[in-house]
């Protein structure tokens, strides 16, 4: 079975310094990884993904997911939050097997940018 | 280029009524995806396409939910004699794979209000 938690439903931070969104995830199988953010009134945009490559995966806006198996964990970080990064942001799982068609969302972060 | 469209945009329906939600995928997508977003949560999967062949409807909530793509490009999400429950907003997304892991593109989605 697969599930994903994201452990914060609303993060704020300074403009100009880090951001962290956190996830935990389970999986029966090796999974597939990806950060989502979703703008109001526009629709979802792939950040990042992770597909049993490289552990550390760089993403768009400098963006970036570390992949940890032992921590069943794959956080979202950014050096340096920008205003235009508030939004909402989606953890999403999904297996590696060939019927794993099924995305599962976490229930998202709202991150707030403070100026 | 062109993304995933989805219309209408907004849809208020009567309890009762019959409503019916398009998606016009990235073109030469093999894959699509249908979700229901409801109000301060993550998607959650209500069936997958590959070409004209649903291959798997096991989120569909109920048999008032009926989705098809005839001709393995354009899809129509039915929903027979809403209720009030289905307001959400309906998702859609297109992938180019047509095996796991999929990359989905999302389109802006369909806001359902049920009076």
């Known amino acids: 079975a697969q599930s994903v938690t994201q452990l914060d439903s609303h993060v704020s931070v300074s403009e100009g310094t880090p951001v962290l969104l956190r996830c935990n995830y389970s999986s029966s199988y090796s999974p597939s990884l990806f950060w989502y953010v979703q703008h109001p009134n526009k629709g979802l945009q792939l950040l990042l993904k992770y597909t049993s490559a490289a552990t550390l995966v760089k993403g768009i806006n400098g963006f970036e997911a570390e992949f940890k198996k032992s921590e069943t964990s794959f956080h979202l970080t950014k050096p340096s939050a920008h205003m235009s990064d508030a939004a909402e942001y989606f953890c999403?799982?999904?297996?590696?097997?060939?019927?794993?068609?099924?995305?599962?969302f976490g229930t998202g972060t709202s991150l707030t940018v403070i100026p | 280029g062109a993304g995933v469209s989805q219309s209408p945009r907004y849809k208020v329906a009567k309890r009762g009524q019959d409503v019916a939600l398009r998606c016009d995928p990235i073109?030469?997508?093999?894959?699509l995806f249908w979700y229901q977003q409801a109000l301060g949560q993550g998607p959650e999967f209500l069936t997958y396409f590959q070409n004209e062949a649903q291959l798997d409807k096991s989120g569909l909530p109920s048999d008032r939910f009926f989705a098809e793509r005839p001709e393995g490009s354009v899809s129509t999400l039915k929903i027979q004699r809403t209720q009030q429950e289905d307001s959400a907003v309906y998702l859609c997304?297109?992938?180019?794979?047509?095996?796991?892991?999929?990359?989905?593109?999302f389109g802006p989605g369909t806001r359902l209000t049920v009076l």
């Open positions: 073109s030469g997508h093999v894959s």
């Open positions: 999403v799982v999904s297996e590696n097997v060939y019927t794993g068609n099924q995305f599962y």
């Open positions: 997304a297109s992938s180019l794979e047509d095996y796991p892991p999929y990359e989905q593109f």
